[in-house]
């Protein structure tokens, strides 16, 4: 069963417009954590925000939030006026269980390929 | 801090003939290195951890005799796809964990291989 959805496969944006990614999830454990990066065309991963999952209050850095609705399993990713190097593949991911070991490594979905329109 | 070398960042190489790619922790260490492979317009996909010291596991599908991976030491682990083939083209990313918990979480630059 696919841990990590993301159901847009690409999205267009206007210029300092908002955006959302939309993420859902899948686990039956308490504990877990939830990402997203960014990954531009020369491919590194660029981390962007975490959402652990007791963590109270969405997270927020500079301009991604992360809208973590826990009952629906949803991470969805805002970015706020949008740039054009905002152009790029993103993904979510979750660590779920315990961290370390070969259980601890992130699961990630298909990713959004976003594109920032001038 | 959390500084990752990984190289090469890109390399073609003949079938048959085998490639080394080093994942370096520049100023951490990392008791822990996952490897994903990540094939064109898909996502990364775990291959292998690895624990200082110990033998690496593999997920299920992934040739543990074909990519061999070594974890030596707690800076350097290596990823070497033996007797490369072109369905082994692909980009290859290490992530090495500090000890931080879920801020843990680096990733090297990434290795893109071609084999011709």
């Known amino acids: 069963a696919q841990k990590i959805t993301q159901t847009q496969p690409g999205m267009f944006v206007q210029e300092k417009e908002a955006v959302t990614l939309d993420c859902t999830y899948d686990?039956?454990?308490?504990?877990?954590?939830l990402f997203w990066y960014k990954q531009p065309s020369s491919g590194e991963m660029i981390f962007l925000i975490y959402?652990?999952?007791?963590?109270?209050q969405n997270a927020t850095e500079g301009r991604y939030s992360l809208n973590f609705q826990k009952a629906r399993k949803s991470a969805n990713l805002v970015i706020s006026a949008s740039q054009l190097g905002d152009s790029a593949m993103y993904f979510c991911?979750?660590?779920?269980?315990?961290?370390?070991?070969?259980?601890?490594?992130?699961?990630f979905g298909k990713g959004t390929k976003l594109s920032v329109k001038p | 801090g959390a500084v990752v070398s990984q190289h090469p960042s890109r390399v073609i190489c003949k079938s048959g003939t085998s490639v080394k790619i080093e994942c370096r922790s520049l100023?951490?260490?990392?008791?822990?290195m996952f490897w994903y492979r990540q094939f064109p317009k898909q996502s990364l996909m775990l291959m292998a951890t690895?624990?200082?010291?110990?033998?690496?596991?593999?997920e299920q599908g992934v040739e543990k005799d074909k990519f061999l991976i070594n974890h030596a030491s707690l800076t350097l682990s290596t990823l070497t796809v033996t007797s490369a083939h072109p369905e082994d083209s692909s980009f290859y990313i290490c992530?090495?964990?500090?000890?931080?918990?879920?801020?843990?979480?680096?990733f090297g630059s990434g290795t893109r291989l071609t084999v011709v």
């Open positions: 959402q652990g999952s007791y963590d109270q």
């Open positions: 992530s090495p964990i500090m000890g931080r918990g879920d801020y843990g979480y680096t």
């Open positions: 686990t039956s454990d308490p504990s877990y954590g």
């Open positions: 991911a979750m660590r779920e269980g315990p961290y370390g070991g070969s259980q601890g490594n992130l699961i």
């Open positions: 690895s624990n200082e010291g110990s033998k690496a596991t593999y």
């Open positions: 100023d951490f260490q990392a008791t822990t």
